[in-house]
């Protein structure tokens, strides 16, 4: 078991008091009803699975209930730091944050990736 810092509480928790909820940071289209279903549904249900450090959204759901961000390395499992919400992550960070790909640029080059495999193939 290891404990969390909870920004709210502002105390050490363990962690079977806090649940992950995905990205933080994440933008919310600025106009819904201009978007594609296709769009939509790329910002309301897929992610992206970075390795490295990256900031996450989680809620102290045992405790006191508020959400926060963490920055997280996913390949060390070590908490860089935890911020508020509205707060932007403090310059400690040493580690290069991952920068996540737009979703289009990475179904282009997956989409080009296969268009050379089959050109290979015939
Ligand atoms: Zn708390």
Not at 72 to 101: C, D, F, H, W
Request: negative net charge; glycine residues 6%; contains cysteine.
């Amino acid at each position: 078991m290891f404990h969390i810092y909870c920004p709210w509480c502002q105390e050490h928790r363990a962690e079977e008091e806090f649940h992950a909820k995905g990205p933080a940071h994440l933008a919310r289209p600025k106009d819904p009803e201009a978007c594609s279903d296709e769009e939509w549904g790329d910002y309301l249900f897929f992610r992206d699975n970075p390795r490295g450090v990256h900031h996450e959204l989680w809620v102290h759901a045992v405790g006191c209930r508020k959400f926060f961000n963490i920055t997280r390395n996913t390949v060390t499992y070590e908490i860089l730091e935890t911020y508020k919400i509205g707060e932007q992550p403090g310059k400690s960070v040493q580690a290069e944050v991952v920068t996540l790909p737009l979703r289009q640029e990475a179904r282009e080059a997956a989409n080009e990736s296969v268009k050379v495999q089959a050109g290979g193939a015939s």
